[in-house]
């Protein structure tokens, strides 16, 4: 079955039972400066279940891209990709575990067909130090599913990772792990969560492949095992509690029900394969592969899957309009190619080949992601002058190396080649082999890790505050920067719409369409706009109407971003019910203008062909 298939019948499925169907989200998130990437199914609706309304409803459900960087030296294994898709549904303050626990095996054994003795749970076992409960009635509701097939479910208390090692899989079927494992919060386990964040309990689903046991990985068994024998691909979380200013815990009015499952990893236990790269959509590309290389996947999986995934990975980011560069998103597209042409030379692929794999990989999702078909052209471009510039790079990389390799190479001069020349540390390795030499691979994981510190500590920084915190301050800028692009189009002409925003808690940055050099003297009447705006006390209004509705209004889209059939416009208007400024948007905004201070725009600068960039501020009253 194909996992274009399986995301059909799992829409579907939920259809069936109320849920409005919501479009996956751009990998790059909206106005959210937290996080580079959209990671998981939830992220998007994170105003949701923290308890804003959603046009769509209470019952909701889709398909998301996701991308998870972490994931790219993991790459190689038969689970791991950076790019995925996560089938999600979600109640929000609708169903809870009746109904999630019921449906979701329902589709996985009764729809998809997954035999029930192949599938494996885990439940949260409590946590005595923050006087939280064991998730009973997700045993409960379990162990009764089971019955129904036949099955009698024996719960075990596990408790770690540690203690699963140890006791093994004990006969049982349901097994129960503590907050590390089985707790959810965006914080992490209780302990760490502030006051009033929310969290709760979730329900894994692992599904058995019968491998036998690789004792590297531990003495015994047990569904968090990595050795191979068991696959997650799925995840039911139950937000339920909240943390209080005392550090306690207490029930949430609105409850909501979050399930992730790995479209990839599904697809691989309905065929049975614990391979991912054998479903359809990427072994279209490493049909492709084998046909540029002249080599066979099973004799080089480790690079097979490196360039595959890569590409993949680059081509979706691509299709979003995140193009290769040194900062920011644009590094990891960057990163990716350059790590595909690695592994594409240790296959012997042809130079300029990777540029190739585009087609197959779009024609695998059969029309499922129309942004692929529509960038194919910039797609297949983009990989190939990456491919290119790369090439140069390590050719330049080579006469460095030729410099210090008559000798042990130190952890720094690695680095040095890493980090100024693309040069991975696998590279580096092989040639140092070569020349019979040493690299000190010690001192270079100390200065990687010195230098993701560094990189890490600038981020949190650059990248705090946000929409994903509400705060006030943000909230503000998010209605200003409404008004500076509606400033931007009255002064400059209806060819201007935004291309991207990012907002924090101390500033707002707005890219635009703009073809010709804006002038000192129209950015100045933007800013007089503006204020002039915050004074009349504009209104903010939301107003939820159909999509269709919404464009016939005038209203603003979000470059990139896909709306379902019922969407939020935000219109700011005046006394009189004049309308200066309509955009389709997900909130949060101030009420009235009158609670901005003066606006200023600090910088306006050129972007890229075609787009310009303003940085501005309120300033402080």
Same mark, same amino acid.
């Given at each position: 079955?194909?996992?274009?298939?399986?995301?059909?019948?799992?829409?579907?499925?939920?259809?069936?039972?109320?849920?409005?169907?919501?479009?996956?989200?751009?990998?790059?998130?909206?106005?959210?400066?937290?996080?580079?990437?959209?990671?998981?199914?939830?992220?998007?609706?994170?105003?949701?279940?923290?308890?804003?309304?959603?046009?769509?409803?209470?019952?909701?459900?889709?398909?998301?891209?996701?991308?998870?960087?972490?994931?790219?030296?993991?790459?190689?294994?038969?689970?791991?990709?950076?790019?995925?898709?996560?089938?999600?549904?979600?109640?929000?303050?609708?169903?809870?575990?009746?109904?999630?626990?019921?449906?979701?095996?329902?589709?996985?054994?009764?729809?998809?067909?997954?035999?029930?003795?192949?599938?494996?749970?885990?439940?949260?076992?409590?946590?005595?130090?923050?006087?939280?409960?064991?998730?009973?009635?997700?045993?409960?509701?379990?162990?009764?599913?089971?019955?129904? @097939?036949?099955?009698?479910? @024996?719960?075990?208390?596990?408790?770690?990772?540690?203690?699963?090692?140890?006791?093994?899989?004990?006969?049982?079927?349901?097994?129960?792990?503590?907050?590390?494992?089985?707790?959810?919060?965006?914080?992490?386990?209780?302990?760490?969560?502030?006051?009033?964040?929310?969290?709760?309990?979730?329900?894994?689903?692992?599904?058995?492949?019968?491998?036998?046991?690789?004792?590297?990985?531990?003495?015994?068994?047990?569904?968090?095992?990595?050795?191979?024998?068991?696959?997650?691909?799925?995840?039911?979380?139950?937000?339920?509690?909240?943390?209080?200013?005392?550090?306690?815990?207490?029930?949430?009015?609105?409850?909501?029900?979050?399930?992730?499952?790995?479209?990839?990893?599904?697809?691989?236990?309905?065929?049975?394969?614990?391979?991912?790269?054998?479903?359809?959509?990427?072994?279209?590309?490493?049909?492709?592969?084998?046909?540029?290389?002249?080599?066979?996947?099973?004799?080089?999986?480790?690079?097979?899957?490196?360039?595959?995934?890569?590409?993949?990975?680059?081509?979706?980011?691509?299709?979003?309009?995140?193009?290769?560069?040194?900062?920011?998103?644009?590094?990891?597209?960057?990163?990716?190619?350059?790590?595909?042409?690695?592994?594409?030379?240790?296959?012997?692929?042809?130079?300029?080949?990777?540029?190739?794999?585009?087609?197959?990989?779009?024609?695998?999702?059969?029309?499922?992601?129309?942004?692929?078909?529509?960038?194919?052209?910039?797609?297949?471009?983009?990989?190939?002058?990456?491919?290119?510039?790369?090439?140069?790079?390590?050719?330049?990389?080579?006469?460095?190396?030729?410099?210090?390799?008559?000798?042990?190479?130190?952890?720094?001069?690695?680095?040095?080649?890493?980090?100024?020349?693309?040069?991975?540390?696998?590279?580096?390795?092989?040639?140092?082999?070569?020349?019979?030499?040493?690299?000190?691979?010690?001192?270079?994981?100390?200065?990687?890790?010195?230098?993701?510190?560094?990189?890490?500590?600038?981020?949190?920084?650059?990248?705090?505050?946000?929409?994903?915190?509400?705060?006030?301050?943000?909230?503000?800028?998010?209605?200003?920067?409404?008004?500076?692009?509606?400033?931007?189009?009255?002064?400059?002409?209806?060819?201007?719409?935004?291309?991207?925003?990012?907002?924090?808690?101390?500033?707002?940055?707005?890219?635009?369409?703009?073809?010709?050099?804006?002038?000192?003297?129209?950015?100045?009447?933007?800013?007089?706009?503006?204020?002039?705006?915050?004074?009349?006390?504009?209104?903010?209004?939301?107003?939820?109407?159909?999509?269709?509705?919404?464009?016939?209004?005038?209203?603003?889209?979000?470059?990139?971003?896909?709306?379902?059939?019922?969407?939020?416009?935000?219109?700011?208007?005046?006394?009189?019910?004049?309308?200066?400024?309509?955009?389709?948007?997900?909130?949060?905004?101030?009420?009235?203008?009158?609670?901005?201070?003066?606006?200023?725009?600090?910088?306006?600068?050129?972007?890229?062909?075609?787009?310009?960039?303003?940085?501005?501020?309120?300033?402080?009253?």
């Amino acid at each position: 079955m194909s996992s274009n298939e399986i995301r059909e019948k799992y829409l579907n499925f939920f259809k069936e039972r109320v849920h409005n169907i919501i479009p996956s989200s751009s990998l790059v998130p909206e106005n959210d400066p937290t996080t580079l990437f959209v990671g998981s199914g939830m992220q998007p609706l994170i105003p949701y279940l923290l308890g804003q309304k959603h046009p769509m409803g209470s019952r909701l459900v889709n398909s998301q891209k996701s991308f998870r960087a972490d994931d790219i030296e993991e790459i190689g294994d038969n689970r791991h990709t950076t790019f995925f898709e996560m089938l999600g549904n979600w109640s929000l303050g609708d169903y809870f575990k009746e109904e999630q626990l019921s449906w979701i095996f329902s589709f996985l054994v009764d729809e998809l067909g997954l035999p029930p003795e192949n599938l494996y749970m885990t439940v949260f076992l409590g946590d005595k130090e923050n006087n939280i409960p064991k998730d009973e009635e997700s045993i409960g509701i379990l162990k009764r599913l089971f019955q129904e @097939k036949g099955i009698e479910a @024996k719960d075990i208390e596990l408790g770690s990772e540690e203690v699963g090692y140890e006791k093994g899989m004990q006969g049982g079927r349901i097994f129960a792990y503590g907050s590390k494992k089985n707790w959810w919060s965006r914080a992490g386990i209780p302990s760490n969560m502030p006051t009033g964040e929310p969290g709760g309990p979730d329900s894994e689903i692992f599904f058995d492949f019968g491998t036998p046991h690789n004792e590297a990985f531990g003495k015994q068994c047990h569904p968090n095992c990595d050795c191979g024998r068991f696959m997650e691909i799925g995840n039911s979380v139950f937000m339920e509690y909240k943390k209080k200013e005392d550090g306690s815990f207490e029930k949430l009015a609105q409850r909501n029900v979050d399930f992730g499952g790995g479209l990839e990893r599904i697809t691989a236990a309905v065929n049975k394969d614990a391979d991912v790269f054998k479903i359809n959509t990427l072994f279209a590309v490493i049909t492709k592969i084998e046909e540029l290389s002249s080599k066979k996947y099973e004799d080089n999986i480790t690079s097979f899957r490196i360039v595959a995934d890569h590409i993949r990975g680059a081509a979706f980011m691509i299709g979003d309009s995140v193009l290769p560069s040194n900062t920011e998103r644009g590094y990891f597209v960057r990163r990716l190619v350059r790590r595909a042409v690695r592994h594409a030379d240790i296959i012997e692929m042809k130079e300029g080949a990777l540029a190739l794999l585009v087609e197959p990989l779009i024609a695998a999702y059969e029309g499922s992601y129309l942004e692929l078909e529509d960038q194919k052209e910039e797609i297949e471009k983009n990989i190939q002058e990456e491919e290119e510039r790369f090439r140069l790079t390590l050719k330049k990389g080579l006469k460095e190396f030729e410099k210090i390799s008559s000798r042990n190479i130190t952890g720094k001069e690695a680095f040095d080649l890493y980090q100024t020349y693309g040069f991975p540390l696998d590279i580096t390795l092989e040639l140092a082999k070569e020349k019979g030499v040493l690299v000190d691979t010690i001192s270079f994981q100390e200065e990687f890790a010195a230098h993701q510190e560094i990189s890490r500590t600038a981020a949190a920084g650059r990248f705090k505050g946000g929409l994903a915190d509400a705060s006030y301050a943000t909230t503000k800028l998010h209605t200003a920067n409404h008004l500076l692009l509606a400033a931007l189009r009255e002064v400059l002409g209806d060819h201007v719409h935004q291309r991207g925003s990012n907002i924090t808690q101390e500033r707002i940055r707005l890219d635009f369409s703009q073809p010709q050099k804006v002038t000192p003297e129209q950015v100045q009447e933007v800013e007089n706009l503006v204020n002039v705006k915050i004074q009349e006390n504009l209104k903010m209004v939301k107003e939820e109407m159909t999509k269709e509705e919404a464009v016939k209004l005038g209203a603003e889209m979000e470059f990139g971003i896909k709306y379902g059939d019922i969407v939020s416009v935000y219109v700011l208007k005046d006394e009189k019910g004049n309308a200066f400024s309509k955009e389709f948007c997900g909130g949060p905004h101030v009420q009235n203008t009158s609670e901005l201070s003066q606006f200023e725009i600090i910088k306006e600068e050129a972007v890229s062909t075609g787009v310009r960039r303003i940085r501005a501020v309120l300033k402080a009253e």
